[in-house]
T-cell receptor, first 113, second 108 residues
Framework: KAGVTQTPRYLIKTRGQQVTLSCSPISGHRSVSWYQQTPGQGLQFLFEYFSETQRNKGNFPGRFSGRQFSNSRSEMNVSTLELGDSALYLC????????????FGDGTRLSIL | GEDVEQSLFLSVREGDSSVINCTYTDSSSTYLYWYKQEPGAGLQLLTYIFSNMDMKQDQRLTVLLNKKDKHLSLRIADTQTGDSAIYFCAESWGQLTFGSGTQLTVLP
């Protein structure tokens, strides 16, 4: 059974650009959550999607957004990139809303120059 | 707000047992988790315990939960060099709140 797949694995962008990251959950999983990992702040929750609707949101500015498609695949978008957005972005999936446990992908490493 | 705390570093000799400790603050957490992260990789779910349990054993892994003290521990028996990684505990109340991670180094 395939795990959570995130693409691309690595991205390099410059300040002011925007970026879209993709996450395909484990087959049969309908909930997708996104987390940001940085050396300074650790792992922080961004948002959770279920049935194509954002169900929960962390404390991040509006530049961070996401969506979920009918096949449960999710994308997150960051606009007007800042140097501080450099991080590992991790996606996790679970069977249902509030249903645990969450299984993580290998992440997308985003570097802002 | 919720806060999960872990010690930053732990070194053990190969073959010894490792014990990684964690304290949490949200008594309403449903599940408590242990994840492992190796360099360049995402988070691997190791094990988890429901909040009404005291102990869970899974092969070399033993999780102990002290709800009164809000203390969670992960014991790895017969620690191997392949166990070297960062270990995160996390509490769940829908979303996951992670500790800062414990870097486990296994010495030959």
């Amino acid at each position: 059974k395939a795990g959570v797949t995130q693409t691309p694995r690595y991205l390099i962008k410059t300040r002011g650009q925007q970026v879209t990251l993709s996450c395909s959950p484990i087959s049969g999983h309908r909930s997708v959550s996104w987390y940001q990992q940085t050396p300074g702040q650790g792992l922080q929750f961004l948002f959770e999607y279920f049935s194509e609707t954002q169900r929960n949101k962390g404390n991040f500015p509006g530049r961070f957004s996401g969506r979920q498609f009918s096949n449960s695949r999710s994308e997150m978008n960051v606009s007007t990139l800042e140097l501080g957005d450099s991080a590992l972005y991790l996606c996790a999936s679970s069977r249902g809303l509030g249903d645990q446990p969450q299984h993580f992908g290998d992440g997308t490493r985003l570097s802002i120059l | 707000g919720e806060d999960v705390e872990q010690s930053l570093f732990l070194s053990v000799r190969e073959g010894d047992s490792s014990v990684i400790n964690c304290t949490y603050t949200d008594s309403s957490s449903t599940y408590l988790y242990w994840y492992k992260q190796e360099p360049g990789a995402g988070l691997q779910l190791l094990t988890y315990i429901f909040s009404n349990m005291d102990m869970k054993q899974d092969q070399r892994l033993t999780v102990l939960l002290n709800k009164k003290d809000k203390h969670l521990s992960l014991r790895i028996a017969d620690t191997q060099t392949g166990d070297s990684a960062i270990y995160f505990c996390a509490e769940s109340w829908g979303q996951l709140t992670f500790g800062s991670g414990t870097q486990l180094t296994v010495l030959p």
